[in-house]
């Protein structure tokens, strides 16, 4: 069963190349973050057209979350039970989008599915912006809730097969920044803060990709010639439970995505999952080629 995540930043731009490489890398589930649309803006006969339900959570032409998927999506959430809002209080949307305990708009940032056995979600983490900004302490508490509702699925069902999927917008090592106007400990997505609120998620949930992949990049500005240059960020992640780790067998980063007509500035990250290692719902191969 093959599993991705990829910030397409902009479906109905982009949905032609989305549904191409889903169908030409036989992906099973892909968790997209910035579809920037509302569900009845998504381009949704494209997907269907080529065996794909969709499950999606956007607001306006900011944010947004969703899924493609060959099988059936159930336990739909969209949002997490702690996830903090944003902003200013606005009268009369609460039934638009929802607030939060303070009465701030929920952003459309997560989005939550079960497809046999796997618990699913789609994140977009707040940017951050620049260091002592609101938006980065929104970025330190969105995390913080993230992980504490994380602990509690986890502790309720310490076998679950749970991956965290999407753009974290966080460059966890030194490694992970090759974008020069970014200096560590002095600019957001590698500063000492998001590092750590990224690290307290680890007795939950590791990147499955990076033991596969131990380099390589996942976003790369459309700005100053960054992609030739090779100054990306590591920014985009699976993270899975130990239940969904173990049943990994293979995982890449489809760097070819950020070339050709029109591409999103981030580009998919890709695992393979042996579905009899997780009791074996679904009927699947297991030894496709992992080609990007």
């Keep these: 069963m093959r599993i991705a995540t990829w910030n397409v930043n902009s479906i109905r731009t982009r949905f032609g190349r989305v549904v191409d490489w889903l169908v030409r890398e036989d992906v099973d589930v892909l968790a997209m973050q910035e579809i920037k649309c509302r569900p009845d803006q998504f381009p949704v006969e494209a997907f269907a057209q080529a ?3 969709l499950e999606i959570h956007g607001l306006n032409q900011w ?3 969703a899924f493609a998927s060959r099988h059936e999506m159930s336990d739909v959430a969209r ?3 702690g996830m903090p ?3 200013k209080p606005i009268a009369g949307q609460e039934a638009v989008q929802g607030v939060d305990a303070a009465g701030l708009p929920l952003e459309a940032r997560a989005l939550g599915v079960t497809v046999g056995d796997l618990r699913l979600w789609s994140l977009y983490v707040p940017n951050g912006r620049a260091l002592g900004d609101p938006h980065l302490d929104y970025k330190l508490r969105w995390l913080e809730a993230l992980r504490e509702d994380a602990a509690g699925w986890l502790e309720a069902d310490p076998e679950l097969p749970l991956a965290l999927m999407g753009d974290w917008n966080i460059a966890p090592l030194d490694a992970d920044m090759g974008d020069p106007s970014f200096a560590v400990g002095r600019s957001t997505h590698v500063s000492p803060e998001e590092r750590a609120a990224l690290a307290a998620f680890a007795p939950l949930v590791e990147d499955v990709v990076r033991p596969i992949v131990p380099e ?3 976003f790369w500005d459309y700005k100053a010639g960054r992609f030739p240059k090779d100054q990306g960020m590591r920014i985009d992640f699976i993270m899975g439970s130990r239940a969904f780790a173990d049943a990994v067998t293979g995982a890449a980063i ?3 995505e950020r070339t050709g007509d029109a591409p999103s500035d981030h580009v998919p990250v890709v695992c ?3 579905p009899s290692l997780l009791g074996g719902t679904f009927e ?3 030894d496709r080629p992992m080609v990007f």
Aim: hydrophobic share 30%.
């Design 51 to 53: 065996g794909y339900e």
């Design 63 to 65: 944010n947004g979350v």
């Design 79 to 81: 949002g997490f039970a």
């Design 85 to 87: 809002g944003f902003g």
């Design 216 to 218: 390589g990049y996942t």
């Design 254 to 256: 489809a760097r070819a």
């Design 272 to 274: 393979d999952i042996d």
């Design 284 to 286: 699947d191969e297991y």
